[in-house]
């Protein structure tokens, strides 16, 4: 049982940050025997279902390392993900387990509203800067964690528990200073434009401290 509710958080967390290379992950793993799935996950393991993730994983992979082009994806994606880490948490218990599937699918689509609105908030905050690295450098950081964390989840699924309440406290935090840095940026740029504010000189003009 503590398996299954780590399974059905990681997987509800998971899905916030990286939906298509979870159920690519729980599938080859059902498909290659590497752990056994609970029934309602098993049909993740269909070739079908395989192709087609990997095939979402592929154009995933690209686009959420371009700026810009990753926020878009984020923003399209807010009402696939949070949906489908409810469903995955809950069919970790299935029919069977009417109760304990209602239970997972609650906190499993929390935690993805969660991690999702972490992810989403922090790589518009790192769009604010011009280079391309830190968005690289960021979705190559969700990939392994979704990776590691999953595996957690069915290795050492009490480590994983200390795991995800870190993670969630780390995540609050980052939403809560992005969330203040995003909105002042955008009431900044707000009154340049309605000519409330001048806008900062260029470096080629001299300021009005050197006029003087």
């Known amino acids: 049982m503590p398996q299954l509710f780590a399974l059905a958080a990681a997987l509800g967390w998971a899905s916030g940050v990286r939906l298509y290379l979870v159920i ?19 049909v993740l393991s269909h070739p079908a279902v395989m192709a087609a993730s990997g095939f979402m994983v592929f154009i995933e992979f690209f686009a959420d390392k371009m700026p810009g082009l990753d ?19 809950a069919s970790v218990f299935g029919a069977d387990h009417a109760a304990l599937a ?14 999702h609105t972490a992810k989403t908030t922090t790589r518009a905050a790192i769009n604010t800067s011009p280079e391309p690295f830190s968005n690289v450098g960021a979705s190559l950081a969700e990939d392994g964690l979704v990776t590691g964390g999953l595996w957690l989840a069915l290795t050492h699924p009490l480590l994983f528990g200390v795991a995800l309440l870190l993670t969630l406290v780390v995540s609050v935090w980052l939403i809560r200073r992005c969330w203040r840095f995003l909105s002042g940026l955008t009431r900044r740029v707000i009154r340049i434009f309605s000519g409330r504010e001048p806008p900062p000189p260029r470096p080629d003009q001299p300021s009005a401290a050197a006029d003087v």
């Open 24 to 42: 690519l992950i729980v599938g080859l793993a059902g498909h290659f025997g590497w752990t056994p799935l609970p029934e309602g996950l098993s």
């Open 102 to 115: 209602t239970v997972a699918a609650i906190i499993g689509g929390g935690l993805a509203a969660t991690a």
């Open 71 to 89: 926020s878009l994806w984020d923003f399209v994606h807010t009402v696939i993900r949070i949906p489908a880490g409810a469903a995955l948490a």
